[in-house]
């Protein structure tokens, strides 16, 4: 999509519709029609200054339309994620909770045969 973007900003520049279409001043048309940068480079560039507002667009008509298509039925509400990811941190919190007591279980185990074999008698010299 962004391809065909650039290629409507190129095609506005080659047609030499700048000050129609975007509202640019003629001295500003002019100094991009004399530049040396070339047809493209000043698409490249007018496409990259417009990016903001393209964001913006985007996300603002998104947003509405989903809205609007869910107000009219066409698009469902999406299911509870609240809920769900509560119930996932739950069951996760009690999978590492067990985890941790069998790893303490077996350090202390690992530690009572440790202190079996080693002994920390003092030497008699």
């Known amino acids: 999509m962004r391809d065909l973007s650039l290629a409507r900003v190129l095609f506005v520049v080659v047609c030499g ?3 129609k279409l975007i509202g640019l ?4 048309v002019n100094i991009l029609k004399n530049s040396q940068s070339g047809n493209a480079l000043t698409a490249y560039a007018l496409f990259k200054i417009a990016t903001p507002a393209r964001y913006t667009v985007t996300l603002g008509g998104t947003s509405f339309t989903v809205k609007y298509l869910r107000s009219r039925g066409y698009m469902s509400t999406p299911p509870p994620v609240k809920e769900y990811l509560q119930d996932r941190m739950e069951e996760t919190k ?6 941790m007591e069998e790893t303490k279980d077996r350090l202390t185990e690992k530690l009572q045969e440790t202190k079996g074999k080693v002994s920390f008698k003092k030497k008699v010299e």
Do not use: A, G, H, I
């Open 94 to 99: 009690e999978l590492l909770t067990e985890k």
């Open 17 to 19: 519709l700048l000050s």
């Open 25 to 28: 001043p003629d001295s500003v």
